[in-house]
T-cell receptor
Framework: GAGVSQTPSNKVTEKGKYVELRCDPISGHTALYWYRQSLGQGPEFLIYFQGTGAADDSGLPNDRFFAVRPEGSVSTLKIQRTERGDSAVYLC??????????????FGPGTRLTVL | QKEVEQNSGPLSVPEGAIASLNCTYSDRVSQSFFWYRQYSGKSPELIMSIYSNGDKEDGRFTAQLNKASQYVSLLIRDSQPSDSATYLCAASGYSTLTFGKGTMLLVSP
């Protein structure tokens, strides 16, 4: 079956601009996660959705970052007033149910964001 | 603050040898542990999960967990050049994952 998909695969923007990154999870997965991975680092947690609601947004670095999942499927990560330090690969993952800590998270191919 | 520590490597082993990858974690709340493989420019791919103390084997891979020592390891037997990648250790307390920086493994033919 289809895995997690993310669009665009690459996004180049200028400092100060607004960007949206999209994630389409595996069909039927209720849990969706956003991570950010900088060069030479492991993925860093940003936000976790259980259905339509953000169950944990403690990883969002500041209020320029916001994410939605209005119908409990596709999610959009929104970054306002982008800064050069936001440049990274943004990874989305989904899992069947999310709770309990044993659920396998399946990652999408990522969106490489470059802020000039 | 939950932390997961890994040696960044690279760890170089000849083809056919055993590769041993290690990981320590700081948060005793963590109950589940995962090893992901990440090829350059690609996304992480789960290869092993372990939740209980002891060993768990799956083909050429064996994960080991020692909760008292807060230590997780991954052994890869009969290493192949195609195993060359970065191996990410991750810990989960409830739902989200905390990753280490990853260990780069290089398997030479």
């Amino acid at each position: 079956g289809a895995g997690v998909s993310q669009t665009p695969s690459n996004k180049v923007t200028e400092k100060g601009k607004y960007v949206e990154l999209r994630c389409d999870p595996i069909s039927g997965h209720t849990a969706l996660y956003w991570y950010r991975q900088s060069l030479g680092q492991g993925p860093e947690f940003l936000i976790y959705f259980q259905g339509t609601g953000a169950a944990d947004d403690s990883g969002l670095p500041n209020d320029r970052f916001f994410a939605v999942r209005p119908e409990g499927s596709v999610s959009t990560l929104k970054i306002q007033r982008t800064e050069r330090g936001d440049s990274a690969v943004y990874l989305c993952a989904s899992s069947v149910s999310g709770g309990g800590g044993t659920d396998t998270q399946y990652f999408g191919p990522g969106t490489r964001l470059t802020v000039l | 603050q939950k932390e997961v520590e890994q040696n960044s490597g690279p760890l170089s082993v000849p083809e056919g040898a055993i590769a041993s990858l290690n990981c320590t974690y700081s948060d005793r709340v963590s109950q589940s542990f995962f090893w992901y493989r990440q090829y350059s420019g690609k996304s992480p791919e789960l290869i092993m999960s372990i939740y209980s103390n002891g060993d768990k084997e799956d083909g050429r891979f064996t994960a080991q967990l020692n909760k008292a020592s807060q230590y997780v390891s991954l052994l890869i037997r009969d290493s192949q050049p195609s195993d060359s990648a970065t191996y990410l250790c991750a810990a989960s307390g409830y739902s989200t994952l905390t990753f280490g920086k990853g260990t780069m493994l290089l398997v030479s033919p």
